[in-house]
């Protein structure tokens, strides 16, 4: 299993590309785009946010990431500064985005039962 | 525990309001047994649409109670988020809220 998830790895990175739990995506570009339209308000490390009503997101599944993003783009979940913001991402962007994010150090996890 | 939740919930008292009700952190534990279900499970996915379930123990309290309220509105869409959300008032959002945000995180 963890050979299998290495070999995953391994060719993720030759193709400048890594596929983080369903999403593909590349968390260099996806660092980039960060630091110019999303660090303002979710911190760079994705948990030291501008405010307390902005959420981590920093280890967020990849896939539920994108998946809001996108739907902050149509419309779909509402919200005016988000809105905003995904006006100016690609699928590409988003998926970039989400893998980053998710690779990063997590403050956040499943709860206690 | 409880010696540790107490202490949670008066360092949320002291904390600067955010300008939502106050959540109380042990009503919200009773409240929060329903979210894991769910979200207390590592790498649930929904039947439909498909994706992992996010992860909320240690997320920002003033989000969640957002995300709550947003679901309730119908501002956000998810047939068991909007349900769940509807049934509960402005204080059990916050009550949740300041359980789940407190919550630290297994891994």
Known sequence: MTNRILLVCVLGAFAGQSLAMGVKGNAAAGKQKATAVCAACHGIDGNKTLDNSYPKLAGQYPDYMLKALKEYKSGKRVNAVMAAQAQGLSDADMANLAVYYASLKSQIGTLPN | ?107
């Open chain 2, 1 to 107: 525990m409880t010696k540790t939740i107490s202490f949670l919930a008066f360092a949320l008292a002291l904390a600067p309001t955010a300008g939502f009700a106050k959540g109380d952190a042990a009503k919200g534990k009773s409240l929060a047994y329903t979210c894991t279900g769910c979200h207390g499970i590592a790498q649930y996915k929904n039947a439909y649409p498909s994706y992992y379930v996010p992860k909320i123990a240690g997320q920002n309290e003033a989000y969640i109670v957002n995300a709550l309220t947003a679901y309730a509105k119908g501002e956000r869409n998810h047939p068991t988020m909007s349900a769940q959300a509807m049934s509960f008032s402005a204080q059990e959002m916050a009550d949740i809220a300041a359980y789940v945000s407190a919550q630290k995180t297994a891994k």
